[in-house]
């Protein structure tokens, strides 16, 4: 079969005529993104500051729940929620109150975290808030500016251009300035625990009905707290007073020092007749 020359090289000739086209209204487009002066365009670069907003997010986020259950499991193990003035039981503290300074001593703990961690990252102009208020832990972080020096690319350009040739020069570094508002929350149910405050509640409202069972208080315990498993042991008798000696262990395993543990915690509480 004989080939058409001419017909091929007219189809070769639209082609470059189209694609002429395309390249030119592309180039047209491309130079309008670069038409600003002192704003951010609201396109690739917002899109980049806005995934690295988020990591900056994540990474105060996971810090944050890192802190808390990390002073979570200190107090626990050492039994550091109940108030100091609560008596020994056959060398087991009884439950008799809570602390009532256990919530600031969390949310001091947090605080003084985020504002070491601020100033390791090079944000010390940042303003960290952190408000425990129901068990939810919030924090707010405003002021912060982060930077990110990067060669260009086809989707990132520095702010308040205005010298188009340095866009041009695949040499030069670029700059993304940006401030974002962070906020996030988290509870200790998201670290897969009961708070202090619900055991001490919990514990309060399964014991308080007299003439319960150990059988009945611990099934009310497994009812209520839905991060533990409750084992109540037979009751014992100190100073004329009957006593419950109560275990929980965390149903979920954290990784503490290098292993995946339960978190244990052990307490006596006196029994009602």
Known sequence: MTRNKKADLAGFVFIVLVALIVFSLLGIFYKSKWD???????????NFAY?????????????????????????????????????????????CEIDPELND????????????????????NANIETKLENNNFNVKVSGLITTWDIKQTPTTWKIDVEDLDKL?????????????????????????????????????VCRNEKGKTKEEFQACLNEKLKY???????????????YYIVRLTSKRKFLIDDELKSIEIKFAVQKLD
């Not at 906020?183 to 200790?188: D, G, K, Q, W």
């Open 228 to 242: 533990f498993d409750a084992n109540v042991l037979p009751e014992i008798e100190y100073n004329s007073q009957k």
């Open 105 to 124: 001593f969390f949310k001091t703990t947090l605080q003084e975290s985020l504002d070491k961690r601020k100033f390791e990252s090079g944000y010390e």
């Open 168 to 204: 041009l020069n695949p040499d030069s570094t670029m700059q993304i300035e940006y401030s974002p508002e962070i906020n996030f929350s988290f509870n200790f149910n998201d670290l897969g625990v009961n708070s202090f405050e619900e055991i001490w509640d919990y514990e309060e």
């Open 36 to 46: 600003f002066k002192g704003e951010v365009y609201t396109g690739f670069l917002d």
């Open 51 to 95: 995934v690295k907003m988020n990591i900056e997010e994540d990474s105060l986020f996971f810090h944050s729940e890192d802190v808390i259950f990390g002073r979570y499991y200190s107090i626990a193990r050492n039994n550091q929620f109940m108030k100091n003035s609560c008596p020994m039981i056959n060398n087991l503290k009884e439950f």
